[in-house]
């Protein structure tokens, strides 16, 4: 059986990596053989990359050259990394991929979406992710999660920034309803696995709907 291509996104401090874990063992469950991944990162060159932007001074990199990396990241990762493991038939659960460009550098720093769009077709126009998980908390929230962690070069900007970026993710959302299917992060921990699990399985048993 073919694999599926699985992504989640959000702000910082909503949960992704529980959820990911859960998702991951929700397939592992039922057979599946899963990759999990992450963006920036998911190769040596991406994770280099990763590393030397969240360790920068805010405001060093403009709001191009940040576009520019984050898909420069992403097409070495498709090419080495996630398309191989489609081919072999692997669910490929990546944290973030292209809607987070659109949410940080296209809501966050205002970069053109015509651009984005641009960039898109050119590295991925073949391959969209056939499941987007997004994991949604108003700004405050997920910020006050984290305030106790040392803050890296997205993590120093503002409430206003972070808001910029979830009205980006919602409105996707909105425009992608069948792909994107939004959980609200701010209920308790138990209820948003559970809806994690449902949204899974409606996936998995009725997954011709969404290719
Ligand atoms: P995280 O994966 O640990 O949340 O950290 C990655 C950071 O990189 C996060 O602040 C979001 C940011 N990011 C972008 O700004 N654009 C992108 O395209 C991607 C994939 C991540």
Redesign the pocket.
């Given at each position: 059986m073919p694999g599926a291509f699985i992504t989640i996104e959000g702000l910082?401090g909503v949960g992704?990596s529980t959820c990911l874990d859960i998702i991951k063992n929700e397939l592992s469950k039922h057979g599946h053989k899963v990759l999990v991944t992450?963006?920036?990162?998911g190769t040596q060159l991406g994770e280099k990359l990763?590393e030397w932007?969240?360790s920068g001074e805010p405001g060093s990199l403009s709001a191009k050259t940040?576009?520019m990396l984050?898909?420069a990241?992403?097409s070495h990762h498709l090419e080495k990394v996630i398309r191989p493991a489609l081919d072999k038939d692997y669910w490929v659960i990546c944290?973030?991929?292209?809607d987070?460009?659109f949410?940080?550098?296209g809501g966050?720093r205002g970069a053109s979406r015509e651009w984005l769009e641009n960039l898109k077709k050119m590295i991925h126009v073949d391959l969209e992710p056939h499941l987007t998980l997004l994991l949604d908390a108003p700004a405050e929230v997920g910020l006050a999660r984290i305030a106790n962690r040392e803050a890296?070069?997205?993590?120093r900007e503002d409430k206003d920034f972070y808001r910029r970026v979830r009205e980006v993710y919602l409105e996707i959302s909105i425009s992608e309803p069948k792909r994107v299917k939004v959980i609200n992060a701010t209920k308790p921990i138990d209820q948003v696995n559970d809806r994690l699990i449902a949204v899974i399985n409606e996936f998995l048993f009725h997954r011709e709907t969404y290719l």
């Amino acid at each position: 059986m073919p694999g599926a291509f699985i992504t989640i996104e959000g702000l910082e401090g909503v949960g992704k990596s529980t959820c990911l874990d859960i998702i991951k063992n929700e397939l592992s469950k039922h057979g599946h053989k899963v990759l999990v991944t992450r963006e920036p990162g998911g190769t040596q060159l991406g994770e280099k990359l990763r590393e030397w932007i969240l360790s920068g001074e805010p405001g060093s990199l403009s709001a191009k050259t940040e576009v520019m990396l984050m898909f420069a990241a992403r097409s070495h990762h498709l090419e080495k990394v996630i398309r191989p493991a489609l081919d072999k038939d692997y669910w490929v659960i990546c944290d973030r991929f292209t809607d987070a460009t659109f949410a940080y550098q296209g809501g966050g720093r205002g970069a053109s979406r015509e651009w984005l769009e641009n960039l898109k077709k050119m590295i991925h126009v073949d391959l969209e992710p056939h499941l987007t998980l997004l994991l949604d908390a108003p700004a405050e929230v997920g910020l006050a999660r984290i305030a106790n962690r040392e803050a890296d070069y997205f993590e120093r900007e503002d409430k206003d920034f972070y808001r910029r970026v979830r009205e980006v993710y919602l409105e996707i959302s909105i425009s992608e309803p069948k792909r994107v299917k939004v959980i609200n992060a701010t209920k308790p921990i138990d209820q948003v696995n559970d809806r994690l699990i449902a949204v899974i399985n409606e996936f998995l048993f009725h997954r011709e709907t969404y290719l």
